[in-house]
């Protein structure tokens, strides 16, 4: 009888044991249940900061516009068909069509032509000049097949006159008069400008008052200075730092900020179209 009832209290003593053990199991899951979905709220200390957010130690955060942190090149700028007439390409490979006449007008109250889509940018370009106190005056503007004609004509017996043949004598004028059809003054869109104090075609005009202050602003009126020092082999023609051209202020601003010419210029347009 003694056994019996010693084991009877055993066995409860046990019993509750076991259910003291199970509580505190379910306890323990309880709590850990509670403090993964406490974790897990949005807007606790383990979010992650977003990108947008404020920096870390002062250090700003990189924009990202599509290509990482790299630098953009400088993008060409393409211009709509209807303003393709600013950026014609004319040299000794690209001539203009037969009997090619833009719409002239007058400009800087003189008898010189340009083409009059341009026309006010070039009087704009000689007026903010003269308010500098310089005194620039066109030499030459629009020229037509005859009077292009006559020039390089001319051009050829002066370089005979040095005692070339005619074949090298015509070959030399090409580079010092562009060809009937080739020249740039046949677009009405060049103008050759020099110092009215220093009317000479030649390098030392690049060093007169005028020329300074047109070389370094004829972009903002959309023109270039069309053939450059160092240039020659690419346009074919030699250093004229009295020759303007007009291709319009966002074409001028590029071609002048990369340090190209025009042929330069379509070369990457070329290239940007093929890609």
């Not at 060409?76 to 090619?100: Q, R, T």
């Not at 059809?181 to 400008?193: R, V, Y």
Request: hydrophobic share 35%; glycine share 6%; with cysteine.
């Amino acid at each position: 009888m003694q056994e019996t009832r010693h084991t009877r209290v055993q066995h409860q003593k046990n019993r509750k044991k076991q259910n003291i053990r199970r509580l505190f199991v379910a306890a323990v899951i309880l709590l850990l249940v509670v403090c993964v979905v406490w974790i897990s709220r949005p807007g606790t200390v383990q979010e992650e900061t977003p990108a947008t957010g404020p920096a870390v130690s002062g250090v700003e955060p990189t924009t990202n516009d599509g290509d990482g942190d790299k630098q953009q090149e400088p993008q060409i700028p393409v211009l709509p068909e209807e303003e393709s007439w600013k950026i014609v390409l004319v040299n000794s490979s690209h001539a203009l069509p037969d009997g090619y006449v833009p719409e002239m007008t007058t400009v800087d109250n003189t008898s010189f032509q340009f083409d009059i889509r341009a026309a006010e940018d070039l009087n704009a370009m000689l007026r903010d000049a003269r308010a500098e106190g310089l005194s620039p005056m066109i030499c030459s503007s629009y020229r037509t097949w005859e009077r292009q004609t006559t020039l390089f004509e001319k051009q050829v017996e002066k370089q005979q006159a040095t005692g070339l043949s005619y074949e090298d004598a015509y070959e030399k004028a090409k580079t010092v008069v562009a060809y009937p059809g080739t020249s740039e003054h046949q677009t009405g869109l060049t103008a050759d400008i020099v110092a009215t104090s220093h009317q000479l075609l030649d390098d030392s005009q690049a060093d007169t008052a005028e020329q300074q202050w047109l070389m370094a602003n004829c972009w903002k009126y959309g023109f270039i200075l069309r053939y450059p020092l160092g240039k020659s082999e690419e346009t074919g023609i030699i250093y004229e730092p009295w020759h303007y051209r007009y291709v319009g202020q966002e074409v001028a601003q590029y071609i002048t900020e990369n340090g190209l010419c025009l042929e330069e210029y379509w070369q990457q347009l070329e290239a940007l179209q093929q890609a």
